[in-house]
């Protein structure tokens, strides 16, 4: 079964950029994958950052940006902020009605 | 405003059954493929399982498979989780939420706050 790959934890500095990265463990994500961000913070309920590969939700600064990069779906945080420390996830849809979350970054911003 | 509300999570011995419903409000439910996201305690989330607006396609991750049900009811502004054979693995909070069809590209836009199942003896 296939894996969607995201990097345990990740470190930045404020002001900082980061990239967040969503891969498969067999094969390259594609626009066919749908790849969306999500973001959460302890206690509480995952929120919507960027679907459609680059479009960030409603509310979402402009510091997040999301791209393909190479064979991953990536989410680049650009001016990083204490209040960027979060979990992010992603999540790709595998065909055949499944879909798969990654394991998610653990962001520290310090 | 769209809102997403869970229900029915609790404490359940490992065997038993747990029906969770997903009250929206703010949107018309039928509209919409609805879904349940699950995170186990410390862990990531994990995919549970999807509906068809009208309730007629159903899919699930293969560890539910035979054991949970998903279902709806639009005119109850509604849909659930019926959860069957419950093991200490399914403890987690389980999240209903909605997803998007922005021109044929699917994502999550909301999400309910969460309810927590708990499977022990």
């Known amino acids: 079964q296939t894996v969607v790959t995201q990097e345990p934890a990740f470190s930045v500095s404020p002001g900082g950029t980061v990239t967040l990265t969503c891969g498969l463990s067999?094969?390259?994500?594609?626009?066919?994958?749908?790849p969306s961000w999500y973001h959460q913070t302890p206690g509480q309920a995952p929120r919507t950052l960027i679907y459609r590969i680059s479009v960030r939700s409603s509310g979402v600064p402009d510091r997040f940006s999301g791209s393909i990069l190479g064979n991953k779906a990536a989410l680049t945080i650009t001016g990083a902020q204490a209040d960027d420390e979060s979990d992010y996830y992603c999540?790709?849809?595998?065909?055949?009605?499944?879909?798969?979350f990654g394991g998610g970054t653990k962001l520290t911003v310090l | 405003e769209v809102q997403l509300v869970e229900s029915g999570g609790g404490l359940v011995q490992p065997g038993g059954s747990l029906r969770l419903s997903c009250a929206a409000s703010?949107?018309?439910?039928?509209?919409?493929?609805m879904t349940w996201v699950r995170q186990a305690p410390g862990k990531g989330l994990e995919w549970v399982a999807n509906i068809k607006q009208d309730g007629s396609v159903k899919y699930y991750v293969d560890s539910v498979k035979g054991r949970f049900t998903i279902s709806r009811d639009n005119a109850k502004n509604s849909f659930y989780l019926q959860m069957n054979s419950l093991t200490a693995e399914d403890t987690a909070v389980y999240y209903c939420?909605?997803?998007?069809?922005?021109?044929?590209?699917?994502?999550?836009?909301?999400w309910g706050q969460g309810t927590l199942v708990t499977v022990s003896s």
């Open positions: 939420a909605r997803w998007y069809d922005s021109s044929g590209y699917y994502f999550i836009d909301y």
């Open positions: 703010g949107f018309t439910l039928s509209g919409y493929w």
């Open positions: 999540v790709l849809y595998m065909g055949s009605g499944i879909w798969v």
């Open positions: 067999s094969g390259s994500v594609s626009t066919s994958h749908h």
